[in-house]
């Protein structure tokens, strides 16, 4: 039997995942790739793919362009900019299905209320379905019901053990005991 190694290179590779505001600001954003090894070199990338797709009309379906010999797979909903990087060797529709099921999940979780504001009001549910569809690169999952119920139900557990919790969750459940604590 094959080790995993060896399909490791066939499988498809995210290199990024970006979600940028409509000036081109961060609002979520993980990298795969030691491409980009510092905070200068990942900004100036956003801000270059940003500059490159701002002027295109991503509304309706999702774009494709080739940029630094990378694909990106590109879709815009209200101020939000989604983004999905692959080496230019990668599966276009593989990548595009990873933006669909990101977009999708995000639009699911948000209640179809895709805004900056809400984005960013529930910065820890977006960022739970940017690791429940891509680990390291590889790609996990594109249905976004599924991921919106594997997210949904992460955050609907706060009463799971503490090492078991996000940061933002685990910081909910402490604000909630210290209100409880205070309140007696």
């Keep these: 039997m094959a080790s995993f190694a060896a399909y490791q ?19 979520a954003v ?8 510092t905070l200068s070199t990942k900004l100036a990338f956003e801000k270059s793919v940003f500059s490159k ?31 999905v990087t692959g080496g230019d060797d990668e599966n276009e529709l593989i990548l595009a299905a990873v933006l669909q099921g990101f977009f999708d999940a995000v639009s699911l ?44 139900s992460h955050n609907a557990d706060s009463g799971a053990a503490l090492s078991e919790q996000t940061i933002s969750q685990a910081l909910a459940t402490a604000r909630e005991h210290l209100t409880r604590s205070l309140l007696k």
């Design 109 to 152: 979780l948000l209640r179809g209320n895709v805004e900056k504001q809400e984005a960013l009001e529930n910065l820890d549910l977006i960022l739970l379905c940017l690791d429940e569809i891509v680990d390291g690169g590889m790609v996990l999952e594109t249905e976004a019901s599924v991921v919106a119920g594997k997210v949904a």
């Design 53 to 83: 797709t701002q002027k295109t009309n991503a509304r309706n379906e999702a774009e494709i362009t080739m940029f630094d010999n990378n694909i990106i797979i590109y879709k815009f909903i209200q101020d939000l900019h989604f983004f």
């Design 30 to 37: 993980k990298y795969y790739s030691d491409e980009w090894p």
């Design 9 to 27: 290179n066939n499988c498809p590779f995210v290199k990024n995942v970006l979600l940028l505001d409509s000036e081109g600001k961060r609002v």
